[in-house]
């Protein structure tokens, strides 16, 4: 019952800015922030965990956010995030890193209960450039049908890729989101699932880039 209360009593806020979307969106350590006060307010506390797991030649981060009393776990939830195969700018442990945040956050949100299918910077993991010309707003119903025909390992890889445009765009690289996009040799169908994934803000974000570009 107190978890319920927990849940019920967290507004985490969205303290980061994405400058080139133009959106807010709430990273791990603006829930953690949040939380923390509330967990203390019931003598509970939060532990976080990673844990590497390879699946053939790619690397995703396992993390596991637990809410303790004293020794005793009250509740606990995981979430996995592929770590990016190349990530301009970045050594490996800022890669590893990246990751780490990211799962953490999809663990944290399911602890917690907190809903982000609002937020521009969370759809690619569950949802959610160059020769191909994304679908239009109109085509989303289409797109979405496209993606529920798919099998869950092809949903799986385009989850993956979509995970990766997601963390460009927070760091405001359209250039490296649209080499996701655009040079993975996606067919149309694949691109039309994985536009789905994406929400509004983030499809914006993508779009405003690609005239910039067309406008040089």
Same mark, same amino acid.
């Given at each position: 019952?107190?978890? @319920?209360?927990?849940?019920? $009593?967290?507004?985490?806020?969205?303290?980061?800015?994405?400058?080139?979307?133009?959106?807010?969106?709430?990273?791990? /350590?603006?829930?953690?922030?949040?939380?923390?006060?509330?967990?203390?307010?019931?003598?509970?506390?939060?532990?976080?965990?990673?844990?590497?797991?390879?699946?053939?030649?790619?690397?995703?981060?396992?993390?596991?956010?637990?809410?303790?009393?004293?020794?005793?776990?009250?509740? /606990?939830?995981?979430?996995?995030?592929?770590?990016?195969?190349?990530?301009?700018?970045?050594?490996?442990?800022?890669?590893?890193?990246?990751?780490?945040?990211?799962?953490?956050? @999809?663990?944290?949100?399911?602890?917690? #209960?907190?809903?982000?299918?609002?937020?521009?910077?969370?759809? #690619?993991?569950?949802?959610?450039?160059?020769?191909?010309?994304?679908?239009?707003?109109?085509?989303?119903?289409?797109?979405?049908?496209?993606?529920?025909?798919?099998?869950?390992?092809?949903?799986?890889?385009?989850?993956?890729?979509?995970? /990766?445009?997601?963390?460009?765009?927070?760091?405001?690289?359209?250039? $490296?989101?649209?080499?996701?996009?655009?040079?993975?040799?996606?067919?149309?169908? /694949?691109?039309?699932?994985?536009?789905?994934?994406?929400?509004?803000?983030?499809?914006?974000?993508?779009?405003?880039?690609?005239?910039?570009?067309?406008?040089?």
């Amino acid at each position: 019952m107190t978890m @319920y209360l927990v849940q019920s $009593e967290l507004k985490a806020p969205k303290g980061q800015f994405n400058s080139f979307g133009k959106y807010n969106y709430r990273s791990c /350590e603006d829930i953690v922030e949040a939380v923390k006060p509330i967990l203390a307010k019931y003598q509970y506390h939060l532990i976080m965990s990673d844990e590497v797991i390879g699946v053939g030649n790619r690397v995703y981060i396992k993390a596991t956010c637990k809410v303790l009393e004293g020794d005793k776990v009250i509740a /606990e939830s995981s979430a996995l995030a592929r770590e990016a195969e190349i990530k301009k700018g970045m050594d490996d442990s800022q890669i590893t890193g990246t990751a780490s945040s990211y799962a953490r956050k @999809y663990a944290l949100n399911g602890l917690f #209960a907190i809903d982000d299918t609002k937020d521009a910077d969370t759809d #690619a993991h569950r949802h959610q450039q160059g020769a191909v010309k994304p679908p239009n707003e109109s085509a989303k119903s289409i797109a979405k049908s496209v993606w529920d025909e798919m099998s869950e390992e092809e949903q799986i890889f385009l989850n993956d890729i979509g995970m /990766e445009m997601v963390v460009a765009i927070d760091d405001n690289n359209m250039a $490296e989101a649209c080499r996701l996009f655009y040079e993975q040799k996606l067919t149309q169908e /694949e691109q039309t699932a994985l536009w789905s994934r994406l929400d509004s803000k983030q499809r914006s974000a993508i779009k405003k880039y690609r005239d910039t570009l067309k406008d040089k």
